[in-house]
């Protein structure tokens, strides 16, 4: 294969793996905004049924796409970035989207008597997170020419996996700390740390891409 054969390989590729990437980011965005409305809904259980419904398909649609990238890595000689980096990433966000729809699942399957502020705004951290990796999986085509944008958004992602965590274990003290019910405190600390999960979850995509970003410079 000469140099010209390479990097039309090389320029193909891109179009195989890196929509699949975005289209999985965009997934994952979209799931994290259903659960943000699913909180809001708590006392309309068949709203928050079909909402559940939406975001289980959209959990689905990442496994299979995270199951594709997987079989075009084995299947390609040439890809636009490492093989071992190409798969963390689409594992990383494949599992923020597991952890999202876990949330959504122990909501329902819970039903905890009242859904405190904290999950809120660990679901908003969630929110955000999703956002920042969108912006940086959208920059991947330029990644190893200017990285950036993805850089920044990395960064982002490290902040928000701290708040997340600072949320969580606030929210944990001041919940073993009060007076509610045993049984309560088990649902919502389950609820939570599924939330902050997804946040742990988009670090990792976030430190895979600056991974990346070392070796391409």
């Known amino acids: 294969m000469d140099l010209n054969d390479i990097l039309n390989s090389l320029f193909h590729s891109e179009k195989k793996f890196f929509p699949k990437l975005i289209l999985m ?9 259903l659960l943000t409305d699913m909180i809001s809904m708590e006392d309309e259980q068949f709203k928050q049924e079909e909402i559940y419904d939406r975001i289980k398909e959209l959990e689905t649609a990442c496994d299979n796409l995270s199951t594709e990238i997987f079989d075009l890595l084995n299947a390609s000689v040439v890809t ?10 689409a594992d990383a966000l494949d599992d923020v989207m597991d952890n999202i729809n876990a949330s959504a699942k122990r909501m329902l399957l819970y039903r ?19 956002k920042s990796m969108r912006v940086a999986f959208g920059a991947l085509y330029d990644i190893k020419k200017s990285p950036a944008v993805a850089l920044a958004e990395c960064n982002r992602l490290h902040e928000l996996e701290h708040e997340g965590d600072d949320v969580y274990g606030d929210f944990v003290h001041e919940l073993f700390n009060s007076d509610t019910e045993a049984k309560e405190v088990i649902k919502l600390k389950e609820i939570m740390g599924s939330l902050e999960s997804a946040t742990d979850c988009a670090n990792k995509v976030g430190k895979t891409l600056k991974t990346i970003i070392v070796k391409y410079k």
């Open 25 to 33: 980011a965009d997934q994952v965005l979209e799931g994290a905004n």
């Open 112 to 130: 905890p008597e009242d859904l405190a502020s904290p999950v809120m705004h660990l679901a908003e951290i969630v929110i955000e997170g999703a």
């Open 80 to 89: 636009p970035l490492g093989k071992a980096d190409l798969h963390q990433l």
